[in-house]
């Protein structure tokens, strides 16, 4: 919360919140901007209506002067149905009036009636650990003078007559104890620099005097710094999630990631003291090459905070644990209050946890560097540490090991005997084509095609003319014997008793008979009754004398396969087994034929290409070696794919395979083993 003319902060993570700040937390600077806005009555009065002090709501303004423009609040989200009084007095000047009635004489009356309103609540607890913190202080300084008067008495060479001197007063033991607790807090030497050497004494005044000028500079008391109700949510949530870890590195992530949660730190560092020195678990060029600021902070357990940088000691009731460095980006804005409330507190309650895995970090390291260069390995010097049984054989393996063990060793049983035992299919491939039962209707002569009279699907009966050849030259070399055999018919009629006459009547005939058998082996007929499946030819084209014109089948035929095998299967081909038909170019089509006949000699492309016809052979593109011819009925006419039905035609190419035999599925994997397993 900001009051007065100030300008608000880049929204962050906790500034878009708005969390409030009550205002004994907010900084001297900003509560004294408001100490002169107003007049005695209007305090006065403002001082008598507050009645325990809650956070104004965001459509309320500031009470400043009349130099001030009022800025917005943030509101508070514990007391949103306050939300539309107005009456409510300013924080500061409830804070004001309680210091003057503290101040100033009243009668016993007037200050019941104000303990009794509730107005003094935090602020004499505030101030009353600020006197305390003073007295510390004062204490604190006292000491230093004593320590600084009894080391000019050991070097100074007039130290008797300073002996001389009357003795300061002795100590109360309330006091004996808050000195000795500062005195801890305050310096903590190594082991190896107790004792009664001089050097020891200077380095306590060094850092009781560390201790005084941050107590100067308004350095602030991790430990009197409360968890406000706003911030417990996401402090305590941080809390819990770093009291999961296991170790210090995971803990020391987690705490780094909260503390750039909650105030938006360009960077955070955490360095720990030790005996041989600060170190840290980040990158090495964490701790500055000047450490006298961080030392100066965890001897004397306070917290500094400026406006873009902030050193906050992580402290229990008896040590500093950790320095947490906080540096924010230049070109944002400082911290707010609220994030350095957020980050000391964060501090103060991990402060426990980051011990314990401090400590547990350093033993592990040390127990680590002493199992270095023994006897045994670190291993089992671990084991044998976490254990604590004597005698009992170390067991460095995990626990899944030893029930993957077993049950690895009974699998490859397993397998073996299955290998063994279970039975692998083996085939004999090769490439078919689908037959229909009937004619090929070839040319009986060369020449041009001059009309197809049939389709395909038609009917047609035995001598039925299918396609027609030119015959020009044959037709007029038919008209021109015609016209001889008339003109000799015609001599003959005149004398018939000329025998020449009647031979030349003869011979016209003849040559007429000659034309129209011509003429006849133009025409194409069907050699059988049947139904056109396949026309080759159409108007125009050229045939040469053999050449495939159409194809005639039977109605009622069924269809077949003619498959071509490897020749070294033909031992184990017989009648009767099935044959594997995949139609190419159409998937999940593959129906299962019987075989009703195979070759008895195997033989070789070319004689395969004659049988099927010179117009199949490039069907079934066969390599050279040796084949067996094999046939098969197929079981429709028809065959299914995925969601269609469709017909068998003519000449279709099809992968074909038979199982020919069944072998161990361990003698597949290695064929040297197959003349030692019985059939």
Same mark, same amino acid.
């Given at each position: ?46 001082? !008598? ?20 423009? %009022?800025?917005?609040? #943030? ?16 924080? *500061? ?29 935090? @602020? ?20 230093? $003078? ?14 008797? @007559? *300073?002996?001389? !001197?009357? +003795? %300061? ?24 620099? $107790? ?26 008391? +991790? ?78 357990? $306070?917290?500094?905070?400026? @406006?873009?940088?902030? =050193?906050?000691? =992580? ?12 540096? !924010? ?137 299918? =396609? ?29 008793? *000329? ?33 056109? @499946? ?10 040469? +004398? ?89 079981? #429709? ?15 279709? +190419? ?26």
């Amino acid at each position: 919360m900001r009051y007065g003319n100030q300008q608000p902060e880049a929204p962050t993570h906790l500034g878009s919140h708005h969390l409030p700040l009550p205002p004994e937390w907010l900084p001297a600077e900003e509560l004294a901007i408001h100490d002169d806005d107003d007049d005695g009555p209007t305090r006065a009065a403002r001082a !008598r209506a507050a009645a325990g002090w809650t956070p104004i709501p965001s459509n309320e303004v500031s009470i400043s002067g009349p130099t001030r423009q %009022p800025t917005e609040r #943030s509101a508070s989200p514990l007391l949103l149905e306050q939300h539309h009084r107005i009456d409510r007095p300013h924080p *500061d000047d409830v804070r004001r009036e309680s210091r003057r009635s503290r101040s100033s004489p009243s009668t016993e009356d007037e200050r019941r009636s104000f303990v009794a309103s509730g107005e003094v609540n935090t @602020s004499a607890r505030i101030e009353e650990e600020r006197r305390e913190r003073r007295a510390a202080d004062k204490r604190l300084a006292d000491e230093l $003078r004593a320590a600084r008067a009894a080391e000019e008495r050991k070097s100074s060479p007039s130290a008797k @007559s *300073d002996d001389r !001197r009357p +003795p %300061p007063s002795p100590p109360s033991s309330h006091e004996k104890s808050a000195s000795a607790s500062a005195s801890a807090s305050a310096s903590q030497p190594s082991a190896s620099a $107790r004792g009664s050497d001089p050097n020891i004494e200077v380095a306590k005044l060094a850092q009781a005097q560390q201790a005084v000028a941050m107590a100067a500079m308004g350095a602030i008391d +991790p430990l009197a710094v409360p968890v406000p109700p706003e911030l417990g949510g996401p402090i305590y949530g941080w809390i819990r999630r770093l009291a999961l870890q296991a170790d210090l590195l995971g803990a020391d992530k987690v705490l780094r990631e909260a503390f750039t949660d909650l105030t938006s730190s360009l960077s955070v560092a955490i360095i720990y003291p030790g005996a041989d020195g600060l170190w840290t678990l980040g990158q090495d060029d964490e701790i500055p090459k000047e450490a006298t600021p961080i030392v100066a902070v965890a001897q004397a357990r $306070r917290a500094m905070v400026s @406006s873009h940088t902030a =050193v906050i000691p =992580v402290v229990t009731s008896t040590e500093c644990v950790a320095v947490i460095l906080l540096t !924010r980006n230049p070109r944002n804005p400082g911290f707010h209050p609220i994030e350095q409330v957020a980050a000391i507190a964060l501090a103060r309650e991990s402060a426990a946890i980051l011990h314990h895995l401090a400590v547990a970090h350093l033993q592990k390291a040390s127990e680590i560097k002493a199992d270095q260069g023994g006897l045994y390995r670190g291993e089992a010097l671990e084991a044998h540490r976490t254990r604590g049984n004597e005698g009992v054989p170390v067991n460095l393996s995990p626990s899944w090991v030893k029930r993957a063990y077993p049950t690895l060793v009974i699998f490859i049983l397993l397998a073996v005997f299955g290998s063994i035992f279970v039975k692998v299919p083996t085939y004999s491939s090769g490439m078919g084509v689908v037959m229909l039962n009937g004619v090929s209707i070839t040319a009986p002569m060369g020449g041009t095609v001059d009309a197809v009279l049939v389709k395909p699907g038609q009917h047609v009966k035995k001598g039925a003319v299918l =396609v027609r050849l030119n015959a020009g030259e044959q037709d007029a070399e038919l008209r021109q014997a015609t016209r001889d055999a008339d003109a000799a018919t015609v001599l003959y009629l005149y004398d018939q008793q *000329d025998e020449m006459t009647k031979k030349t009547l003869t011979q016209a005939l003849n040559k007429v008979d000659r034309e129209k058998d011509r003429v006849e082996s133009r025409l194409v007929r069907a050699k059988q009754s049947g139904t056109v @499946s396949d026309i080759r030819v159409r108007v125009g084209s050229a045939l040469q +004398p053999g050449d495939q014109v159409l194809q005639i089948v039977e109605p009622d035929a069924q269809p077949e396969i003619w498959a071509f095998l490897p020749g070294k299967d033909r031992p184990r081909l017989r009648l009767g087994q099935d044959l594997q038909v995949e139609i190419l170019g159409y998937t999940k089509a593959r129906d299962k034929a019987k075989i009703t006949y195979v070759s008895t000699e195997t033989m070789g492309p070319t004689e395969a290409a004659k049988i099927v016809g010179t117009q199949l052979a490039d069907s079934i593109k066969l390599p050279p070696g040796s084949y067996v011819w094999v046939r098969a009925k197929l079981p #429709s006419k028809t065959f299914k794919t995925q969601h269609n039905t469709w017909f068998y035609h003519h000449g279709m +190419p099809a992968k074909t395979e038979v199982k020919i035999q069944d072998k161990p599925f361990l003698v597949t994997l290695l064929p040297a083993l197959e003349k030692y397993i019985p059939d």
